[in-house]
């Protein structure tokens, strides 16, 4: 079977995180959403997207595809139904697209948000969707119980060292089975508890001494944890990424740094970010008030119905020592925050400044450092990454037309 995953009417709504990646290739749980695909359905996945970030993430087209939305949260129930699809049958949740088993020629439809015409099925499981940036965090924990279940079924975990003190081992010997730990992974003298979820500690990774994890919680392939570092559950670190100080129902997609003490809650941060050392996020309103979020989709706040939020930040933005960032605060990409007190709730892509003035950030800038970045886990900055930061760039100057 041929899986492409599309994007939806509700890409904007995951903006800055889909500025620069399909949203298939968002991270919730362990695993991103094309990961979990590919272990229902035993299957390789690609993206039908726009220009240009099809370019980087191009769709493997042929005669026979399996289209399925990116909003769409995978599950065993839903993976069953669409094995079970034939070709030119759609499989629907009322008048809402979950798939369409299809050739090649339908995508142009998709990507117009058009629905194509043909046999129809209606969908028998529970769904849930991902259709702004903060429904990752309300599903992030969930995600990284049922990710763990996917991916260590029939499989032995590295044995934990006798440095490692498991919390809970003492009443419940069977508790060490939530603990997973790849081959090649260092975790010595420090402290697991698994009670309230699982702990999943991906190939190569680092955990020092004195650093304290508590369930659920996903440290991806060749990330590290800082020593003494305190993670709560809920969060998910992707792959090469660095933690350090305080994290909390936080999701860091791949290859960026939080190494040292602050504190970073209730947040979802993007590839190839820097939050320098003693940067604080507030997640939690003085007055306990549902947090507002800047949407793409609406151009406006909008309230996230939460009272829990701190940080959405896109890639290739980085911040400064000491950095403060006010609960419900959307950075986009490729922009330099730092100076004393709290920037602005929204700071638009390609902004370099703070509370005291911010101004454009060049493209040309932003691109070599991308590269230098990038560089440094020897990840090539290509032609087709250059792309999309121009795309970004051009499409979001009408937000920094107020700095003028």
């Not at 060490?176 to 260092?186: D, K, M, R, S, T």
């Not at 969060?235 to 190494?259: C, D, F, R």
């Not at 959307?330 to 911010?358: A, D, E, H, L």
Request: net charge neutral.
């Amino acid at each position: 079977m041929n899986v492409i995953i599309f994007d939806t009417k509700h890409v904007k709504g995951l903006h800055p995180l889909t500025f620069t990646r399909p949203m298939g290739a968002l991270r919730c749980g362990i695993l991103t959403t094309a990961e979990k695909w590919e272990h229902y359905l035993k299957a390789r996945v690609s993206y039908a997207c726009t220009a240009p970030i099809n370019e980087k993430y191009p769709a493997n087209l042929q005669k026979d595809n399996l289209f399925i939305a990116g909003d769409v949260v995978p599950t065993k129930e839903l993976a069953k139904e669409l094995c079970a699809l034939n070709a030119g049958e759609s499989l629907m949740k009322e008048d809402r697209l979950i798939a369409i088993r299809f050739n090649e020629e339908i995508v142009d439809l998709l990507m117009q948000n058009e629905t194509p015409k043909g046999a129809v099925i209606q969908t028998q499981s529970e769904l849930s969707f991902i259709e702004k940036t903060f429904h990752l965090l309300i599903h992030n924990k969930a995600e990284i119980k049922k990710d763990f279940e996917l991916i260590t079924a029939n499989r032995a975990s590295q044995s934990i060292s006798e440095t490692v003190t498991v919390v809970g081992a003492h009443k419940n010997p069977s508790i060490v089975n939530n603990i997973f730990i790849e081959e090649g992974a260092e975790v010595e003298y420090c402290y697991l508890n698994p009670q309230e979820g699982p702990i999943y500690i991906g190939k190569n990774a680092k955990v020092m001494e004195v650093s304290m994890l508590r369930g659920p919680v996903c440290i991806g392939e060749s990330s590290q944890v800082s020593m003494g570092a305190k993670i709560y559950g809920g969060t998910a670190a992707g792959p090469w990424s660095k933690l350090g100080g305080e994290v909390s129902n936080s999701i860091i997609i791949g290859y960026s740094n939080k190494v040292h003490d602050g504190y970073l809650g209730d947040s979802v941060i993007g590839e190839w970010c820097n939050l320098g050392a003693d940067t604080n996020t507030s997640n939690l309103k003085n007055d306990y008030s549902p947090v507002k979020l800047w949407d793409y989709a609406t151009e406006r706040f909008q309230l996230t119905g939460l009272q829990f939020c701190g940080l959405i930040m896109g890639d290739y933005s980085r911040c400064a020592i000491n950095t403060s960032f006010n609960s419900g605060t959307v950075v986009g990409i490729g922009s330099n925050i730092f100076g004393s007190g709290f920037p602005r709730n929204f700071v638009p892509s390609y902004i370099i400044g703070g509370p005291q003035g911010m101004k454009v950030n060049g493209l040309t800038a932003a691109q070599k450092i991308a590269g230098i970045a990038m560089e440094r886990r020897n990840i090539e900055f290509t032609e087709a990454d250059a792309k999309i930061m121009e795309h970004v760039f051009e499409s979001t100057k009408v937000y920094r037309n107020s700095l003028k």
